[in-house]
T-cell receptor, first 115, second 112 residues
Framework: GAGVSQTPSNKVTEKGKYVELRCDPISGHTALYWYRQSLGQGPEFLIYFQGTGAADDSGLPNDRFFAVRPEGSVSTLKIQRTERGDSAVYLC?????????????FGPGTRLTVL | DAKTTQPPSMDCAEGRAANLPCNHSTISGNEYVYWYRQIHSQGPQYIIHGLKNNETNEMASLIITEDRKSSTLILPHATLRDTAVYYCIVRAGGGTASKLTFGTGTRLQVTL
């Protein structure tokens, strides 16, 4: 079946602009996660959803970052007033249900470049 | 979550076993050891996980020491397609169990 998909694959924007990154999880997966990966580093947790609600948003760096999942499926990560330091690959993952032993399936990521 | 320590890089000849070590000396009793890998320009991929017993699946084996302070991921017959960054992750139980805390991993280069 289809895996996790993310759009766009690449996004170039200017400092100060607003961007939206989309994630389509695997059908039937109730848990959805966002991570951010800077060059040479491992992925860094941002937020995860169980259904429609954000169960843990402790990784969001500041209030310019916001994510939604209104119908418990597709999620959008929104970044306001982008800064050059926001440049990274944004990864989305989904799992059947949140738990200590769930396998997270990752998408290919969206590469965001802020000029 | 407990911190993990991995060597930054390793080489392995194709067809040989790749043994990737991980130290997690501060692991607590309810924490699992997970391994993921990330092939260039792709998202991470789950490999295996365990609590205290050794585990094996179609991809790899996981050996956890009796005191659980370290583990080794074994790829029995490495191929060029196994070239990737391998992440050892210790994952806490409880309400925040679901996030994965990645370190910088081990970059495994499989060569001919």
């Amino acid at each position: 079946g289809a895996g996790v998909s993310q759009t766009p694959s690449n996004k170039v924007t200017e400092k100060g602009k607003y961007v939206e990154l989309r994630c389509d999880p695997i059908s039937g997966h109730t848990a959805l996660y966002w991570y951010r990966q800077s060059l040479g580093q491992g992925p860094e947790f941002l937020i995860y959803f169980q259904g429609t609600g954000a169960a843990d948003d402790s990784g969001l760096p500041n209030d310019r970052f916001f994510a939604v999942r209104p119908e418990g499926s597709v999620s959008t990560l929104k970044i306001q007033r982008t800064e050059r330091g926001d440049s990274a690959v944004y990864l989305c993952a989904s799992s059947l249900m949140a738990g200590q032993w769930d396998e997270q399936f990752f998408g290919p990521g969206t590469r965001l470049t802020v000029l | 979550d407990a911190k993990t320590t991995q060597p930054p890089s390793m080489d392995c000849a194709e067809g040989r076993a790749a043994n990737l070590p991980c130290n997690h000396s501060t692991i607590s009793g309810n924490e699992y050891v997970y391994w993921y890998r990330q092939i260039h320009s792709q998202g991470p991929q789950y490999i295996i996980h365990g609590l205290k017993n050794n585990e094996t699946n179609e991809m790899a084996s996981l050996i956890i020491t009796e005191d659980r302070k370290s583990s080794t991921l074994i790829l029995p017959h490495a191929t060029l397609r196994d070239t990737a960054v391998y992440y050892c992750i210790v994952r806490a139980g409880g309400g925040t169990a679901s996030k994965l805390t990645f370190g910088t991993g081990t970059r495994l280069q499989v060569t001919l």
